[in-house]
């Protein structure tokens, strides 16, 4: 699919931000049709050199950008800078308040050479007590009670990627969109932050709501009350297992007679959902035996033919072998700044029935830093931004 098919064609970002949040916001957008410029000191974005967990951070989180090397030691460049400004729609910044004022680039400065700018910063926190603090995914799970849920009290456990993170970005592309909407009847700029730990504490409202409803303490996930007779993890013949979700009476209905279960069918004690969650301790062992009995390929197109939820255990790895993830447009093919290709998973929307993020590339640092300049030296911008007209 061509930028120019894309909804944000013609949106220029400019993006100053490290790590995860930040970048995750630029490269939805990007991916959106925005041209995304990336602004990154002269030693580049610290993430490009990251191993281990971190080796993807770079690559996956800023795919489809351009790099632009400026150092706000010089004064040239600090107006580059401005000059950038000038020619964007949005900046995108995830420095800790006070450290961008240093560089000429504090709120009260953009907002007087850059009125028509939509200045989304991503943070550690939303304004208040916190607000000064610096946060990472890990250290908002544990604040907010996330990683208790998934874990324990004893044993908190975050959950296992940068959910958080990348959920923060997406709340920044939302308001940025919202911003670009508002835009159109000719408003100014926008100041909007954007708050990791705030995130999180979206992500468990269910459970903080359930104890405001009910005055009982949520029970962690591996605590938990099942809400359903069936919800588990079972063994399947060759020793692979499978998830098996029976949430409704068809289903229950139809999982009782596929697997010979007809004695739950004909138990008085089982007629309604309550009372085969309560009677769980002797249901499961018993589908634990008759799921044991069958390979998980066949059981898998059994549950399928039944509409029942299920699922193999898988890991990452996995996935690259999954005929869904493998159809046309589930994976798309990228190239990172090395020039070495690699695949990851589609923008998880379809944009007119074609997936988004084929043929993206990694700037290598500072791959673009003499085409932009010479753009800005050839264009004059005026001050209510470049698609100012194009939104109106």
Known sequence: MSTQDLPLSGVRIVE???????????????????????????????????GGMGTSFFPLFNRGKRSVVLDFSHADDRETMHLLLASADVFLENFRDGQLEKQGLGADELRRRHPHLIVAGHKGFLSGPYEHRPA??????????????????????RVGSSANDIMGGMFGAIAILAALYQKRDGAKGAD????????????????????????????????????????DIFETAGGERIFVGVVTEGHWQSFCREFGLQEFLD??????????????????????????????????????????????????????????????????????????????????????????????????????????????????????????????
């Open 16 to 50: 100053m931000t490290h790590m995860v949040m930040g970048p995750t916001c630029g490269m939805i957008l990007a991916q959106l049709g925005a041209e995304v410029i990336k602004v990154e000191p002269p030693a580049g974005d610290k993430t490009r050199s990251l």
């Open 136 to 157: 990472l995914d890990e250290v908002v799970q544990m604040m907010s009670g996330l990683a208790a849920m998934t874990g324990t009290r004893d044993k908190p456990q």
């Open 192 to 231: 909007i932050r954007i708050g990791l730990f705030e995130n999180c504490l979206f992500l468990v409202a269910q459970h903080m709501v359930e104890y405001e409803m009910t005055g009982h303490k949520p029970r962690s996930m591996p605590e938990r009350e099942h809400a359903w007779p069936i919800y």
């Open 267 to 392: 138990d008085p004690v089982l007629r309604t959902t309550t009372d085969r969650i309560l009677a769980r301790s002797r249901i499961i062992p018993r589908v634990a035996e008759v799921i044991k009995r069958r390979n998980a390929r066949d059981l898998s197109a059994t549950l399928d033919r039944l509409n029942i939820c299920f699922s193999p255990i898988n890991r990452p790895e996995d996935l690259f072998d999954d005929p869904h993830v493998l159809r046309p447009g589930g994976l798309v093919n990228n190239t990172n700044a090395d020039g070495e290709p690699f695949r990851v998973p589609a923008l998880p929307i379809e944009w007119n029935g074609a997936s988004i993020g084929e043929g993206l590339n990694v700037p290598a640092l500072g791959a673009d830093s003499f085409a932009v300049r010479a753009e800005l030296e050839d264009q004059e911008f005026s001050p209510t931004g470049k698609t100012a007209a194009r939104l109106a």
